[in-house]
């Protein structure tokens, strides 16, 4: 049963802190994305990659937050410094994007918290 | 301004009645996609439509796709406490082959009472 695995599943930290994300995508799928879910806001894409290559980061707030994907088992959001604003539950999703077809596997999620 | 509304935000509905949801947008999407996400979890895709007009049936749940492809409705029958949950549309835009992207609504809480 392949799934979205994330770590931590839960992050409590002070404002100021580097927070790092980690998220192991399904085997296979070519193109990951990660987003961010407040009550406010909704579900909001930071950015994605297609075949590791990042695509689009515009929606990430560009002097705190990076994304990279080091290899094809690992993506990291990183936070550097952290800000109490920041604080959400962030969401990796994977996909086997081709053509009109683009579902969505979602993790778990990690809740992050920065006092 | 969110692209996508969904209404109502809040439903709380006895079980055993029908309900409908709404996804509305001025934009014009190549595709769209419902998502059901409960607490604690990812949202997880239920179904995706592209074609207006569209009607897709998911057991007890009902899904149509707007004519002008702006719109969609998610119309659950005798409903059930474990229908409980947020539902997502999710809306795809024409923007070439570099489309991957999809543009998430607020969602429609859904509390089913036994």
């Known amino acids: 049963d392949a799934r979205v695995t994330q770590t931590p599943r839960d992050k409590v930290t002070e404002m100021g802190q580097e927070v790092t994300m980690r998220c192991q995508p399904i085997l296979g799928h070519n193109t990951v994305f990660w987003y961010r879910q407040t009550m406010m806001q909704g579900l909001e894409l930071l950015a994605y990659f297609r075949n590791r290559a990042p695509l689009d980061d515009s929606g990430m707030p560009k002097d705190r937050f990076s994304a990279e994907m080091p290899d094809a088992t690992l993506a990291t959001l990183k936070i550097q410094p952290s800000e109490p604003r920041d604080s959400a539950v962030y969401f990796c999703a994977s996909g086997l994007v081709a053509g009109m077809y683009n579902e969505q596997f979602f993790g778990p999620g990690t809740r992050l918290t920065v006092l | 301004t969110q692209l996508l509304e969904q209404s109502p935000q809040f439903l709380s509905i006895q079980e055993g009645e029908n309900l409908t949801v709404y996804c509305n947008s001025s934009s014009v999407f190549s595709s769209l996609q419902w998502y059901r996400q409960e607490p604690g979890e990812g949202p997880v895709l239920l179904v995706t439509v592209v074609t207006g007009g569209e009607v897709k049936k998911l057991k007890r749940l009902t899904f149509q796709f707007g004519d002008a492809r702006k719109d969609s409705s998610l119309h659950i029958t005798a409903a059930q406490p474990g229908d409980t949950g947020l539902y997502l549309c999710?809306?795809?835009?024409?923007?070439?082959?570099?489309?991957?992207?999809?543009?998430f609504g607020k969602g429609t809480k859904l509390s089913v009472i036994p």
């Open positions: 999710a809306g795809r835009k024409y923007s070439g082959a570099g489309s991957y992207q999809l543009t």
